[in-house]
Nanobody
Framework: QVQLAESGGGLVQPGGSLRLSCVASGMFHIVSMGWYRQAPGKQRELVATINSGGGTDYADSVKGRCRVSRENAKNSVYLQMNEMKAEDTATYYC??????????????WGQGTQVTVSS
């Protein structure tokens, strides 16, 4: 059974830190894992992704403040967010992409975890 279990969201003060975790189960040949976010009234946007070789991609708005990492053996991906700002407030979604076979790719999303930056 395919599952994405997210954790770590919550309320944090401006300038604070938060770490999000996501564990994927029931999937094979995972290629990319990462995080997207969606604020009220806005489109979902990339935060950070990491591929199976460790290559990363970050949104300009979080570069230098966030770090994405993964543990391949645990099918887990993490997002460490530092120096958080009010504009980081959003629902954060874990995303996993991979393939069952070379002609059959999948793209799964977690249920989302709320992150609120406020004093």
């Amino acid at each position: 059974q395919v599952q994405l279990a997210e954790s770590g969201g919550g309320l944090v003060q401006p300038g604070g830190s938060l770490r999000l975790s996501c564990v994927a189960s029931g999937m094979f040949h995972i290629v990319s894992m990462g995080w997207y976010r969606q604020a009220p009234g806005k489109q979902r946007e990339l935060v950070a992704t990491i591929n199976s070789g460790g290559g990363t991609d970050y949104a300009d708005s979080v570069k230098g403040r966030c770090r994405v990492s993964r543990e391949n053996a645990k099918n887990s991906v993490y997002l460490q967010m530092n120096e958080m700002k009010a504009e980081d407030t959003a629902t954060y979604y874990c995303n996993v992409r991979g393939y069952v076979d070379p002609t059959n790719w999948y793209d799964y999303w977690g249920q989302g975890t709320q992150v609120t930056v406020s004093s």
